[in-house]
């Protein structure tokens, strides 16, 4: 039975493309309860991996932040919505683009849909803080989204923003605001880059690197909602999408609205504006590494593949018998930490991390 048919069953009208389909499913998890609809962008909450943000009545005056819980099967991967939403915030005119400020202790920031803004949310506040003209910033009218890239990607830490009706990309700088900082910031002039795909984006998620299918490539997955689609992209070396590597992804996801990344199992989350509004997941890509333990693929390549079994000790050992410096990870009496020697002590310290679980 596969992860799909456990958890929630078929997706009806909307697929995965090939030739993605034969590694990733799509799974429904349902309306998120207490989240006036239509949806809008939506992240993990700051600090806790098991309540999620998600935009409601997005696009009006009376939108909002709401927080929900969600259910976790035994190997992590999510089955559902816990209870009923609570109100966060106040947020405007909402829409597909909300997440956390990289080292920021927690401030969230929103895109906003038709007056072209970017809605500052710091930790604790109940309204916005601050509201930022993309206008003013070369972002043409009227923004969809936004979102970090991360690390590992070309273009890590850039702040990507795209335009809705332009079906644009740009990257727009932001800076701390002296004597708040790190709670409050301001986004300056965009870099002009203008990069061009249509289709109406809103969502974006970066494919988490060495996932099947995708392997090396930098990619990132946009909700192109006038499209009814989610496309692949690969990046140039800001992190933005190179138009012309586009593939389908998904399609027949109608309104698709936001998107982002689950941390405990790296599977893709987007949801939905509409008539047929609700959250899907897609899992399936490569996991976060765990710790130091995990440092083998299978084949016996090196690289974290989020498990502990025998492809880490075929990569550690091959590391040892060939005097690599990342074997040397033990001294006197099983104490984790490098003395310049290749011997049993390294071993004993393997062998406490594997089997202490894979620790940080």
């Known amino acids: 039975m596969s992860l799909a048919t456990t958890l929630a069953g078929a997706v009806l009208g909307q697929v995965v493309a090939p030739p993605f389909d034969v590694n990733y499913q799509l799974v429904g998890l ?4 207490g989240v ?3 949806l809008g962008g939506l992240c993990f909450k700051p ?16 939108g909002a932040i709401y927080e929900i819980g969600i259910t976790r099967t035994s190997n992590g991967y999510i089955s559902g919505f816990a209870g009923s939403a609570t109100l966060v915030a106040t947020a405007p005119n909402i829409d597909g683009g909300l997440c956390e400020i990289p080292g920021s202790g927690g401030t969230l920031v929103f895109t906003t849909y038709s007056n072209n803004s970017l809605g500052q949310l ?28 991360p690390a590992g990607f070309p273009g890590a830490g850039n702040f990507v923003v795209a335009s809705y009706n332009g079906g644009t990309f740009n990257t727009l700088p932001l800076t701390q605001v002296p004597g708040l900082a790190p709670h409050t910031y301001t986004f300056t002039t965009s870099g002009g880059e203008n990069i061009f795909t249509g289709g109406g984006p809103e969502g974006i998620v970066y494919v988490p690197l060495f ?25 140039d070396p800001a992190g933005l999408p190179v138009s012309a590597t586009r593939r389908d992804f998904i399609t027949g996801l109608s309104g698709a609205e936001g998107g982002c990344l689950d941390p405990v199992t790296n599977s893709l989350l987007f949801s939905t504006f509409g008539g047929n509004a609700g959250v899907v997941m897609v899992p399936g890509f490569n996991l976060p590494p ?9 084949g016996g390549l090196f690289g974290p593949d989020g498990l502990l079994n025998n492809n880490d000790f075929i990569v550690y050992i091959d590391r ?19 003395d310049g020697a290749w011997d049993n002590n390294d071993f004993v310290v393997f062998i406490e991390q594997f089997f202490a679980g894979c620790t940080e």
């Not at 349902?30 to 309860?33: M, T, V």
């Not at 600090?47 to 009376?62: C, E, P, Q, Y």
């Not at 765990?290 to 299978?298: L, M």
């Open 30 to 33: 349902g309306y998120p309860a």
């Open 36 to 38: 006036p609809s239509p």
């Open 47 to 62: 600090g806790d991996s098991n309540k999620l943000l998600i935009g409601g009545n997005a696009n009006s005056t009376v």
């Open 122 to 149: 710091r930790p604790d506040s109940t309204t916005p803080d601050s509201y930022v003209s993309l206008s003013s910033s070369g972002i043409a009218s009227s923004t969809g989204t936004c979102q970090f890239v």
């Open 211 to 235: 996932s099947p299918i995708f392997n090396e490539t930098p990619t990132m997955l946009v909700c192109e909602y006038s499209s009814g689609r989610v496309s692949s992209y690969d990046v």
């Open 290 to 298: 765990c710790g130091p333990a995990d440092i083998g693929r299978p």
């Open 320 to 338: 040892f018998f060939a005097s690599d410096p990342r074997a040397d990870i033990g001294v006197q009496g099983g104490v984790p930490g490098s």
